[in-house]
């Protein structure tokens, strides 16, 4: 399976921005994707996560209410909407894909096997 993330930019304070994760080269609803992020010098946290066969998803406390998971079954896609966007998101932005994860893992980047390529969301006035 391979991973696409796509749809960062540089936006101000307060602006939405839409992520997208395509995923390609096995069945769409085997698995569970997450979105996680990366600022600099800082570890790598998780974001959110959606299960695609029950569409169940899950949020960092720190963007809960502002943004907000989903799936493009069309395009085999995962979404991430990200409203009221502050400086302190900034950061490259993940998708992950795994098939086995269970939840008590889903925070974990180690849990997860499959990888995009990272995509830079800068919030900056």
């Known amino acids: 399976v391979q991973l696409q993330a796509s749809g960062g930019g540089l936006v101000q304070p307060g602006a939405s921005l839409t992520l997208s994760c395509t995923v390609t080269?096995?069945?769409?609803?085997?698995?569970?994707v997450g979105w996680f992020r990366q600022a600099p010098g800082k570890e790598r946290e998780f974001v959110a996560f959606i299960r695609l066969s029950s569409r169940k998803t899950n949020y960092a406390d720190s963007v809960k209410g502002r943004f907000t998971i989903s799936t493009d079954n069309a395009k085999s896609a995962v979404d991430l909407q990200m409203n009221s966007l502050e400086p302190e998101d900034t950061a490259v932005y993940y998708c992950a894909a795994s098939t086995t994860i269970i939840s008590s893992s889903i925070l974990y980047p180690r849990n997860y096997a499959y990888w995009g390529q990272g995509t830079q969301v800068t919030v900056s006035s």
């Open positions: 080269g096995d069945t769409f609803r085997r698995y569970a």
